[in-house]
């Protein structure tokens, strides 16, 4: 025709052309790679493999329409909870819930968090009963680790500050009972602490250390005259008066070169004449 064909520019069509792509393949399956871009990729259409399986959906989403969604009950069935979990973003098990240490929480606290008998597997396995979403055990998680982190620094911060503060008085004590001998005392009894096994820091002078220091320092003394103490004190006096006290006594270690404590005796007797 001189006018030329209605056909001119189309796609040929014989035997040699590509077949055109469709929403389904040539074998009945699915042509996701047909599907518009707004679409692709959409986790909804991920189930439909072929015509049978977009019938069977289409079908079911059909069933659900009009219908009041209700959460199961105690008599729902497993397969029944385990549909709701996957609908709601629950995990199948409790395991499924994350459980990690906080950062700055102390091992001994984290150990009654994170182990098997811990609150953490308690918490789960309660969301996991009423089927709560993963994403919301993760909130839920985190605000209250860090509800204990929080806690946890406070705790020490208050324990520091009494801990100064029980000090500073402790001092202010001495200095006042001591005055301008504050400097000289504190070191007769920082060395007579270090003789008896006490730690350098008087915050760390717990009872035990205490009473272990006692005893100690009560083998520089002879029985009788511990037996015979009263009020707390083995000498009373001033330091020379309790170092003659202890050279006086010679049943003490002052006197015997093999007693393990010697050494210390005859320190303490030094210092103690030293103290005035």
């Known amino acids: 025709m001189l006018g030329g064909s209605d056909n001119a520019g189309a796609a040929p069509t014989g035997a040699g052309a590509a077949p055109a792509q469709t929403w389904i393949n040539p074998d009945g399956t699915f042509n996701h790679d047909f599907a518009p871009q707004e679409y692709k990729g959409n986790p909804s259409l991920s189930i439909i493999k072929d015509v049978p399986s977009l019938a069977k959906s289409f079908v079911e989403t059909k069933a659900f329409v009009g219908q009041r969604f209700t959460p199961p009950t105690a008599g729902s ?145 002879n029985e009788s005259r511990i037996a015979g103490a009263t009020g707390g004190t083995l000498a009373a006096g001033s330091s020379k008066a309790q170092a003659q006290a202890i050279i006086g006594d010679k049943a003490s270690p002052y006197w015997q070169p093999d007693h393990p404590q010697h050494a210390a005796t005859v320190a303490l007797v030094n210092n103690l004449m030293k103290g005035g």
């Open 77 to 221: 069935t497993p397969a029944q909870w385990s549909e709701f979990r996957k609908l709601v973003g629950a995990p199948d098990t409790a395991d499924g819930y994350e459980i990690t240490k906080p950062e700055g929480l102390p091992d001994d606290v984290a150990a009654g968090l994170l182990g098997d008998e811990g609150l953490g597997k308690k918490i789960t396995a309660i969301f996991h009963k009423h089927g709560v979403p993963a994403a919301a055990w993760k909130e839920v998680y985190g605000a209250f680790t860090g509800h204990m982190v929080d806690g946890v620094k406070q705790q020490a911060a208050q324990a520091e500050t009494q801990s100064a503060e029980f000090f500073n008085g402790q001092r202010a004590e001495l200095e006042k009972a001591w005055g301008a001998d504050f400097d000289k005392h504190s070191g007769t009894v920082r060395k007579v602490a270090a003789m008896a096994g006490l730690p350098a820091d008087p915050l760390e002078w717990t009872p035990a250390a205490m009473s272990k220091a006692l005893h100690s320092l009560s083998g520089m003394f």
